[in-house]
Nanobody, 122 residues
Framework: QVQLVESGGGVVLPGTPLRLSCEST????????VCWFRHAPGKEREFVAG????????YYGDSVEGRFTISRDNAGNTVSLQMNNLGTEDTAGYYC???????????????WGQGTQVTVHQ
């Protein structure tokens, strides 16, 4: 079991990079497949990025491919999301989630953080 805490959100201008972190404050996240999802008002929850427990295999949603990079530091019990070239369409609450198996379906995830808000506007 893990308890996840996200950080790093904020209000930024378009094009500004931002780095989100997901830390496990209870349990070790190194055993889990970890994903980032986002949820904007009026939209469905969207898969953003995922990473396997080794950090070798990564997965991205179509809308962020080439702009966002997911990585993990198992020794630091942290998974990060580097977001570059942000646009207003990236405005959302960002949530990390952990699951023992590899999946991008949010309903499959047992452990979720409380989220961190990212707002991109002029």
């Amino acid at each position: 079991q893990v308890q996840l805490v996200e950080s790093g959100g904020g209000v930024v201008l378009p094009g500004t990079p931002l780095r989100l972190s997901c830390e496990s404050t209870e349990g070790t996240v190194s055993r889990y497949f970890v994903c980032w999802f986002r949820h904007a008002p009026g939209k469905e929850r969207e898969f953003v990025a995922g990473i396997d427990w080794t950090g070798t295999n990564t997965y991205y949603g179509d809308s962020v491919e080439g702009r966002f990079t997911i990585s993990r530091d198992n020794a630091g019990n942290t998974v990060s999301l580097q977001m570059n070239n942000l646009g207003t369409e990236d405005t959302a609450g960002y949530y990390c989630a952990a699951n023992q198996g590899a999946t991008t379906q949010p309903a499959s995830f047992s452990f979720w953080g409380q989220g961190t808000q990212v707002t991109v506007h002029q």
